[in-house]
């Protein structure tokens, strides 16, 4: 059975998390309870076609695959998935409201 794990993508991420926990309780809370999920299994989001993934992710973060968790309160969660022989590891790119979301993808 592959070892399976969480990070966060970069250590502005981190902190990120380590101030949602003070100012965005409810959220930090959303978090921690996809991190859980990811860590169980990491397809339990849905995940975005490569022809949809938009360039930013692939530019900055140099991803061939990214996937979407919902969160509550339209939160969105992406992360991509890195997987060998003996793990799985889960990055975590971002999180962001749904508005950030669209613009992101290119909704609005």
Not at 5 to 18: A, P, S, T
Not at 42 to 67: A, E, M, S, V
């Amino acid at each position: 059975m592959r070892q399976i794990n969480v990070v966060l993508v970069d250590k502005k991420l981190e902190n990120l998390l380590n101030k949602a926990k003070n100012d965005e309780p409810q959220v930090y809370k959303f978090l921690n309870r996809a991190f859980d999920d990811l860590k169980k299994d990491p397809t339990c989001g849905i995940q975005i076609p490569k022809n949809l993934i938009p360039k930013y992710y692939i530019q900055r973060y140099g991803i061939d695959n990214l996937w979407k968790y919902n969160l509550p309160n339209a939160w969105r969660l992406m992360y991509s998935i890195k997987g060998s022989d003996i793990s799985i590891l889960t990055v975590v790119l971002e999180w962001l409201p749904h508005k950030e979301y669209d613009r992101r993808f290119g909704y609005l």
